[in-house]
């Protein structure tokens, strides 16, 4: 069964820290996804990684892929408030179509 | 931006009662898909969809429930006899491909309340 753990479980800052959240799992995936959901709502898609070491940025956001495609991290530089939400990675293994996602990473971003 | 769009955003019904839940992917895309998320546990696959096929589905997706696709732009799920424990927030997503690196877009979800 894969599994991908995310950790902080919870990560409450200042306004202008630095913080990484963290996607591991001991399965390879063939992608990974980050997504960001507000409450109630559906999860709203960050970006995709699908190669090993790959490194893709989005203003502030700076995503990774591990090398052995088994873990992937989310650096924030100078959080905002706005940056405030549950963050959860996504990954798929090859010759399936689902994403299995992983425990969620709740954050809180203090004025 | 062309999105995934479900109806309706909240359906609350009585236990052993049959509930559709409506999806429309986006228009070019080729595959479907339902997610579940009971409220504070994570997203859960149920089933992808394509070409008027199951392709794949997990242990949640029983027989109580089925996905049709009955005109060019509707992707449904029905639950047949709802239970309690079917309450939870659905989303539908699509792909444009079924490839392992394509990107799959969420729909906003609907909210089912089983009493």
């Known amino acids: 069964t894969q599994l991908l753990e995310q950790s902080p479980q919870f990560l409450s800052i200042q306004e202008g820290e630095n913080l990484t959240v963290y996607c591991n799992s001991s399965?390879?995936?063939?992608?990974l996804q980050w997504y960001r959901q507000e409450p109630g709502e559906g999860p709203v898609l960050l970006v995709t990684v699908v190669t090993g070491g790959e490194v893709k940025k989005l203003k502030r956001l700076t995503f990774q892929f591990g090398d052995a495609r088994k873990d992937s991290s989310l650096h924030i530089t100078a959080a905002q408030p706005g940056d405030t939400g549950l963050y959860l990675c996504a990954g798929r293994g090859a010759g399936t179509y689902k994403y299995i996602f992983g425990t969620g990473t709740r954050l809180k971003v203090l004025a | 931006e062309p999105e995934v769009t479900q109806t309706p955003s909240h359906q609350v019904t009585q236990m052993g009662q049959e509930v559709i839940l409506r999806c429309v992917p986006i228009?070019?895309?080729?595959?479907f898909y339902w997610y579940r998320q009971i409220l504070g546990q994570k997203v859960e696959f149920l089933v992808s969809?394509?070409?008027?096929?199951?392709?794949?589905k997990s242990e949640i997706f029983d027989d109580q429930f089925s996905v049709e696709r009955p005109d060019g732009s509707n992707f449904t799920l029905k639950i047949r006899s709802t239970k309690l424990e079917d309450s939870a927030m659905y989303f539908c997503?699509?792909?444009?491909?079924?490839?392992?690196?394509?990107?799959?877009?969420f729909g906003p979800g609907t909210r089912l309340t089983v009493l």
């Open positions: 399965s390879v995936f063939s992608s």
């Open positions: 228009s070019n895309h080729l595959y």
């Open positions: 969809f394509y070409n008027n096929e199951i392709s794949e």
């Open positions: 997503a699509s792909s444009e491909s079924g490839a392992d690196t394509d990107t799959q877009y």
